[in-house]
């Protein structure tokens, strides 16, 4: 299934990919391999950006950052497909682009 773009995947085949994705990366960390695990990590919530709606994420909203330190946040100014161009609140203030899966409302 690696060969096929997650763009064009149907929900269960994205599905399938992200399990298959978390239980390699489980593996990697068991066995101390943390390049490859973070590689899995990453392509995993590339997947799991493609199971979310864009439209649910709107430009001028700030969202913490999942897996990001606590405290982490992101201004979103604008959307292309499944990444949020914006930057960090405490950052340097350069732009940059994160996958919507990334992203989680602030309560």
């Known amino acids: ?8 995947m149907t929900q269960y085949e994205l599905n399938q990919e992200i399990a298959s994705l978390k239980e390699k990366a489980r593996k990697a960390e068991q ?3 943390v390049n490859e695990f973070a590689v899995l990590e990453r392509k995993a919530v590339m997947a799991k950006a493609y199971l979310l709606n864009p439209d649910d994420f709107k430009s001028g909203e700030i969202y913490h950052i999942e897996g990001g330190d606590p405290g982490s ?8 497909g499944v990444f949020a161009w914006g ?3 405490n950052g340097d203030g ?14």
Not at 1 to 8: A, F, G, L, T, V
Request: aromatic residues 14%; charged residues 30%.
């Open 1 to 8: 299934m690696n060969d096929i773009r997650y763009s064009k």
């Open 31 to 33: 066995l101390g391999m």
């Open 73 to 80: 946040y992101f201004k979103v100014d604008y959307l292309n």
């Open 87 to 89: 930057f960090r609140m």
């Open 94 to 107: 350069k732009e940059e682009a994160l996958p919507i899966s990334m992203l989680t409302e602030v309560k």
